[in-house]
């Protein structure tokens, strides 16, 4: 793919305080100016997939044969339709203007009540490419269309009671709207993706007959290749008119409660609603028209409205999803009897997060492809990819008279949440990401056939984890299961010393100083791209409509003699090491 990026940002700040008796007002404007040269093209030099076929003489060919005769099973190629230019860029600009306007109200010595309201309004001069054609087939529509002057309005109110005067104990909260950043990398899409400046090749084959090219500059395309229809096809990206940059209603509610020894007691609750967040669709694809055995709907990738598209994806907003976090800390402030030198903190915190789509891409085909779900143009809510259920978080120094400080960091979380789906499409949306949630059988009657290492090695997986084997006789649910825990602590030595007014300052940083004590306890394994193939999908049985999968168990990656469930796991080779970082600071 090629890919390189120019922006420039230009930012102007300006605010106003006034004091007038109990209250404290601030008027102000935040601006910021963009300019962008952005060129990000995906499958520029080609880009193949093998899977395993069935030949003329109906002989099992094997994807590693499939790729030593030559025989794709799916091709996909960008190429610029610019004669001049073999890699045009997207080059636009945008600025968003922001007004801001609070009143901090000292109700009396121990209440305050801040108030406020702020208004941004996103503004894109610049629109993409008009395709004609694109209007032509998708009434009402146009790849121009840009969401330009919809206006973010963010109210807020919070307040502050110093419940005994002294702040020994302190209750605070607020409600408000919240508003994110401008998603420009998004919004960019549009203006790389409008069949103007690309031409976009996306077949699949079952068998020999397209052609493979190992030569990157002489890829095939329409009407350079006889496998391939002459016909020009292009990829599309729009923007709803309408699209806003997410939002959220946040509520908070904290208690913080002076203790003895000098340390503060927090307990705090964060809940946040989706007013406005991202969600992707292919809006060429038509509505499914079936639905499976398990209830999945049905889609004909063939079923589309124009042909003269691989696909054509469209930004838009979703209200669905929420998040809360619930936290306990306890913090020991420098100074006082108990141990001066001593600083640091102890929290834990409880979350869950629930979204249609967690946007881990830059780009709207990844976003669609790669969302694990059971429809793509209609997802539902489910656990986030950035969900964390349980963390602990620990970090404490210690500062000796002679000029030497002891840290270490420490968090303990849950391992990042991951899916388990087929390998291959199993519900007809011609996505190119394992993106099919899996089937997991209760027993061998479910399936159609299991091939591979058959059903009694899968039974055997599917019963070496609770979890799993409690999610039987149903689809899995999205991000149900989660990698191992992980455990990371840093450590940190400084030593100071001092001459005549000018210092110098000696560190030593240990990152990741569990896996230094034992390469057990610093291991941090993980799931490739937070989902795991579970099955390769080889299609429903005509009769039964039951599904036929292949099943390899994975290799007994931790030695232990099994092959099961926490096999699946892969160990990061560069965060499971130690590392030792040395450091000086001179300061005059």
């Known amino acids: 793919q090629a890919n390189s990026l120019h922006q420039d940002i230009f930012e102007i700040t300006n605010y106003l305080v006034y004091f007038s008796g109990d209250h ?37 060919v094997s994807a590693v044969d499939a790729f030593r005769n030559g025989v794709p099973s799916r091709y996909r190629y960008s190429f610029s339709l610019d004669p001049n230019d073999p890699t045009p860029s997207a080059d636009w600009g945008s600025y968003q203007i922001g007004l801001y ?24 001069p610049d629109t993409p490419s008009d395709n004609p054609r694109f209007s032509e087939l998708f009434e009402g529509r146009s790849t121009t269309d840009v969401p330009s002057g919809n206006i973010l309005w963010s109210p807020r109110v919070g307040f502050n009671y110093d419940a005994t005067g002294d702040r020994e104990t302190q209750l605070r909260g607020g409600v408000g709207i919240f508003s994110g950043r401008n998603p420009t990398v998004w919004l960019s899409n549009a203006y790389s993706n409008t069949g103007v400046e690309y031409g976009r090749v996306s077949v699949r084959n079952t068998g020999p007959g397209l052609t493979f090219s190992t030569d990157p500059n002489n890829q095939p395309a329409p009407g350079t290749d006889p496998n391939l229809s002459p016909v020009s096809t292009s990829e599309i990206n729009v923007t709803s008119e309408d699209f806003k940059q997410p939002q959220v209603l946040r509520t908070n509610l904290g208690l913080d409660q002076k203790m003895a020894g000098n340390t503060v007691l927090t307990l705090e609750g964060i809940w946040s609603q989706t007013i406005n967040d991202v969600i992707i669709r292919n809006i060429n694809l ?32 979703t209200s669905k999803g929420w998040r809360y976090n619930l936290t306990a800390q306890l913090q020991k402030l420098p100074g006082g009897d108990f141990m001066p030198g001593l600083t640091g903190s102890i929290a834990y915190t409880y979350g869950q997060s629930r979204d249609v789509n967690s946007g881990r891409s830059s780009t709207a085909s990844s976003n669609w492809n790669f969302n694990e779900t059971l ?14 259920p349980h963390r602990i978080l620990l970090n404490a120094s210690y500062s000796f008279s002679f000029g030497t400080t002891f840290g270490i960091f420490y968090e303990g979380r849950s391992g990042r949440p ?4 087929y390998d291959n499409d199993a ?43 409690d999610a039987r006789g149903a689809i899995a649910q999205r991000n149900f299961l989660n990698e191992p825990w992980l455990n990371q602590m840093d450590m940190r030595v400084a030593q100071e010393f001092s001459f005549g007014g000018q210092k110098f300052e000696l560190t030593a940083d240990i990152l990741n100083f569990l896996s230094l004590l034992s390469e057990d306890w610093g291991r941090q394994e993980f799931v490739n791209f937070q989902s795991y193939e579970l099955f ?8 039964t409509g039951k599904p036929s999968v292949r099943f390899f168990a994975p290799s007994d990656r931790n030695g232990d003699g099994v092959q099961d469930f926490d096999d699946i796991f892969l160990t990061d080779n ?7 970082q040395l450091g000086l600071r001179y300061s005059f």
Not at 418 to 421: A, I, P, Q, Y
Not at 536 to 543: E, S
Not at 574 to 580: I, M
């Open 427 to 469: 519900n007809g949306d011609g996505a190119f990401g394992s993106n099919d949630l899996a089937y997991i059988p209760l027993n061998e009657d479910e399936l159609a056939e299991v091939t591979g290492d058959g059903w009694e090695a899968l039974d055997s997986f599917l019963s070496s984890n609770e979890k799993l084997n």
């Open 24 to 60: 404290t007002f601030t008027i102000g404007t935040h601006n910021e100016f963009y300019r962008f040269d952005n060129l990000f093209v995906q499958h520029l030099f080609g880009a193949y997939e093998f899977d395993a076929y069935t030949d003329a003489n109906g002989n099992e």
């Open 101 to 124: 306007a609070q009143d901090e109200w000292k109700m009396n010595p121990r209440f305050v009540l801040p108030y406020g309201i702020r208004a941004d309004v996103p503004v894109y």
């Open 286 to 317: 038509l509505p499914a028209n079936g639905t499976a055995f398990d209830g999945r709907p049905l889609y004909d990738r063939s079923a589309v409205i124009s042909n003269e598209f691989t696909s054509v994806y469209e930004l838009d907003n």
């Open 375 to 388: 429809d793509p143009n209609n997802p539902a809510l489910g656990i986030s990819d950035f969900e964390i």
């Open 418 to 421: 991951f899916n388990l789906v």
């Open 536 to 543: 390769d999908f080889n299609g429903y049985d005509p009769v």
């Open 574 to 580: 560069l965060l499971s090491r130690w590392r030792v």
